[in-house]
T-cell receptor, first 114, second 113 residues
Framework: DTGVSQDPRHKITKRGQNVTFRCDPI?????LYWYRQTLGQGPEFLTY????????KSRLLSDRFSAERPKGSFSTLEIQRTEQGDSAMYLC????????????FGDGTRLSIL | DQQVKQNSPSLSVQEGRISILNCDYT??????FLWYKKYPAEGPTFLIS?????DKNEDGRFTVFLNKSAKHLSLHIVPSQPGDSAVYFC????????????FGKGTKLTVNP
């Protein structure tokens, strides 16, 4: 399977704990994106990388959120001091750079805060 | 301020008939448009896209139409099959600016056998 891979698929944690998610993009894709989706809504953009550089961050990405892509391959998204409102599906996507390149999504990590 | 709108939360059609899903946008800087299909517990799957220099793009049973003057696009599925039952998201992008996709809220399509 050469698609976008996300781990874990589900994460249940208590409020106040830190969580980290991993995304492995399609191997030849140099762009990687994080989105968040809540019930009844479309995915909302969080941040994106081109290679290892983080080029854009949404205002949705508060100080408690940090994303890295240290070697330009896989990426991690960390949420510190989780809150109830962080419960959502966290989606990763990747694409080639350039015009008219669709983003391809993984199956997401569903985060539930108790 | 919702820049991409899918005004029909749901649509039900008979197998073999045409499904038409609609999407409107407000940002005239959008120049690349995509449709994704999403099954429960899975991520969105890319279906078809269209650049703003075109007004139609076709891939098998799926055709996307773009009307730039009306800021409207539609996805036609012909013929519809029960396996097409899913939530369909319209998304838009302003290339050369922000690389973020802006999504609508989705339309749930049900194709009845």
């Amino acid at each position: 399977d050469t698609g976008v891979s996300q781990d874990p698929r589900h994460k249940i944690t208590k409020r106040g704990q830190n969580v980290t998610f991993r995304c492995d993009p399609i191997s030849e894709h140099n762009r990687l994106y994080w989105y968040r989706q809540t019930l009844g809504q479309g995915p909302e953009f969080l941040t994106y990388f081109q290679n290892e550089a983080q080029l854009e961050k949404s205002r949705l990405l508060s100080d408690r959120f940090s994303a890295e892509r240290p070697k330009g391959s896989f990426s991690t998204l960390e949420i510190q001091r989780t809150e109830q409102g962080d419960s959502a599906m966290y989606l990763c996507a990747s694409s080639l750079a350039g015009f008219n390149q669709p983003q391809h999504f993984g199956d997401g990590t569903r985060l539930s805060i108790l | 301020d919702q820049q991409v709108k899918q005004n029909s939360p749901s649509l039900s059609v008979q197998e073999g008939r045409i499904s038409i899903l609609n999407c409107d946008y407000t940002n005239s800087m959008f120049d690349y448009f995509l449709w994704y299909k999403k099954y429960p517990a899975e991520g969105p799957t890319f279906l078809i896209s269209i650049s703003s220099i075109k007004d139609k793009n076709e891939d098998g049973r799926f055709t996307v139409f773009l009307n730039k003057s009306a800021k409207h696009l539609s996805l036609h599925i012909v013929p519809s099959q029960p396996g097409d039952s899913a939530v369909y998201f319209c998304a838009a992008l302003s290339q050369g600016g922000s690389e973020k996709l802006v999504f609508g809220k989705g339309t749930k399509l049900t194709v009845n056998p």
